[in-house]
Every structure is written in structure tokens, then in C-alpha cells.
């Protein structure tokens, strides 16, 4: 068992940065992907970025390549989500979430996590 905690949501304005923190504890901690997802009201969970553990590879949604960085501390267990120059449409739950059986090669997925966070709110006024 994995439990993955995220923190660092809140409201800010139009422009301004954020960072989200997912720390992993549980089972032995090795991983082939950790990922951020959101949801906004009304919408499906859409997959934002992606990270492996091994080589740090990062992988991003469209919508956000250029303005969010997905990073991540072995040592800590944690993986960050830098986000800058938030508009509106980025406002919605974040969920972190964790791949420990690499089982699909597949980062945008859903279906690929084993395991997911229960969210920080994101809100971002204009």
C-alpha cells in the first residue's frame, strides 16, 4: 500500500505562481511514473504531467507545456509540481498519483496509477 498526500493548493490570481508537493510513504518506494491529474467542476480528470523515477523523464499536457515543471526528490519521496502564469481555466482539484507496477508505458493514462492522493483545491481569480 502507497498513501501519496498533496499539498500546496490555494488562491491566487491571474499570473501568479504555485507549487504543489505529493509525498509518497507506504511499501517500498520505487515507481515507473508519478503523475498529476485535475479536475475541474463538471469535467473529467484530465492528466497534466508526468514524471519517471529512474530517469526523470517528464511528459506534459499541451495546455500547460512551458508554464508547469514536474520534478521530483528521491530522496524525499516527494514530487513537485511547479506551476507559473495560472489563469482561470487552471482551477480544479489536483491529484497526484503513482505507477509501482509498470505495467502500460502509458504516463497520460489514468488507468496506468495504482494509486492516487485525495486532491488539493486549485483556484485561480482573475
Known amino acids: 500500500q502507497v498513501e501519496l498526500v498533496e499539498s500546496g493548493g490555494g488562491l491566487v490570481q491571474t499570473g501568479d505562481p504555485l507549487r504543489l508537493s505529493c509525498a509518497a510513504s507506504?511499501?517500498?518506494?520505487?515507481?515507473?511514473?508519478m503523475g498529476w491529474f485535475r479536475q475541474a467542476p463538471g469535467k473529467e480528470r484530465e492528466f497534466v504531467a508526468a514524471i519517471t523515477q529512474s530517469e526523470g523523464r517528464t511528459y506534459y499536457a499541451d495546455s500547460v507545456k512551458g508554464r508547469f515543471a514536474i520534478s521530483r526528490d528521491n530522496g524525499k519521496n516527494t514530487v513537485y509540481l511547479q506551476m507559473n502564469s495560472l489563469t482561470p481555466e487552471d482551477t480544479a482539484v489536483y491529484y497526484c498519483?503513482?505507477?509501482?507496477?509498470?505495467?502500460?508505458?502509458?504516463?497520460?493514462?489514468?488507468?496506468?496509477?495504482?494509486?492516487w492522493g485525495q486532491g488539493t483545491q486549485v483556484t485561480v481569480s482573475s
Open positions: 507506504g511499501r517500498t518506494f520505487n515507481f515507473y511514473f
Open positions: 498519483a503513482i505507477d509501482v507496477h509498470g505495467s502500460s508505458w502509458l504516463p497520460r493514462d489514468r488507468d496506468t496509477y495504482d494509486y
